[in-house]
T-cell receptor
């Protein structure tokens, strides 16, 4: 089962920041938080990942709370093309690095 | 650089028939993963190859599914015989290093319909 909890849906206006929350209260000390998204009919796309520090790349920012029990993915200036299902994933360690997907958050960016 | 490719993009077969899906990972990626999403469900892990070896096949649903990766390059996933509940989208992903700290790149998926 997925180790994360996300709201099923959210929306935001085009050009505004989209803030997608995720709870992962049972995360272990060596587990990373990953974010992927799936745009309709495409394969999942990697966005960003982090361990305990905040991270930023060209797509998004990831804010992880100090206790690591939750995180927020921030799309600073959402566009219509950001409409997708966003998955917050705690990566399983060990010898296999499989991703366990939950149901994600369906983000709708409104014109 | 070419991404992960999958073939075919769509397949429609009858119950009881055999289907083989193919995945070509990004060149140089030793790790290859298969996932699938069946109707109304979440994306589920099937198995993980490191080169030609099966590292983790804990997600394979039953012995009707056979995955191979001869030579550590492309991989095939055979379903024999196919059942109605096998319908869904099958994704392949690859990643560069075993440490797992590098992202998995997904292909566009193969949509399988069993009638």
């Amino acid at each position: 089962d997925a180790k994360t909890t996300q709201p099923p849906s959210m929306d935001c206006a085009e050009g505004r920041a989209a803030n997608l929350p995720c709870n992962h209260s049972t995360i272990s000390g060596n587990e990373y938080v990953y974010w992927y998204r799936q745009i309709h009919s495409q394969g999942p796309q990697y966005i960003i990942h982090g361990l305990k520090n905040n991270e930023t790349n060209e797509m998004a920012s990831l804010i992880i709370t100090e206790d690591r029990k939750s995180s927020t993915l921030i799309l600073p200036h959402a566009t219509l093309r950001d409409t997708a299902v966003y998955y917050c994933i705690v990566r399983v360690g060990g010898s296999s690095y499989k991703l366990i997907f939950g149901s994600g958050t369906r983000l709708l960016v409104r014109p | 650089e070419a991404g992960v490719t999958q073939f075919p993009s769509h397949s429609v077969i009858e119950k009881g028939q055999t289907v083989t899906l193919r995945c070509d990972p990004i060149s140089g990626h030793d790790n290859l993963y298969w996932y699938r999403r069946v109707m109304g469900k979440e994306i589920k892990f099937l198995l993980h190859f490191v080169k030609e070896s099966k590292q983790d096949e804990s997600g394979m649903p039953n012995n009707r599914f056979l995955a191979e990766r001869t030579g550590g390059t492309y991989s095939t996933l055979k379903v024999q015989p196919a059942e109605l509940e096998d319908s869904g989208v099958y994704f392949c992903a690859s990643s560069q290093v075993t440490s797992g700290l590098y992202e998995q790149y997904f292909g566009p998926g193969t949509r399988l319909t069993v009638t």
